[in-house]
């Protein structure tokens, strides 16, 4: 039973990063499809305006996750300081 507060942390220490990560690429995707298709045209993209929007929104975590490196923990592709 030694493992439990370990076991905690790192629970908890997935739970913030998968959080931060889903609500970050939800962000970078919405803007992805605005930035793709245009504000007015965003609900009637076509197949390359919605995988433009994915590459947009893959290269913007790409990013998130390289900076994060020198905010948050080395160790982690969350700025969450505590992760």
């Known amino acids: 039973m030694s493992d439990s507060p370990t076991l905690l942390k790192t629970a908890r220490t997935y739970l913030v990063d998968l959080v931060e990560r889903v609500l970050a690429t939800f962000v970078v995707a919405a803007a992805g499809v605005a930035?793709?298709?245009g504000p007015a045209d965003m609900f009637s993209a076509s197949f390359?305006?919605?995988v433009a929007a994915a590459?947009?929104?893959a290269a913007a975590s790409l990013v998130k996750g390289l900076l994060?490196?020198?905010i948050g923990s080395?160790?982690?592709a969350s700025t969450a300081p505590r992760v």
């Open 55 to 57: 590459g947009i929104a």
């Open 74 to 76: 080395p160790q982690s």
């Open 35 to 37: 930035f793709a298709a």
């Open 48 to 50: 390359w305006e919605t």
């Open 68 to 70: 994060a490196k020198g």
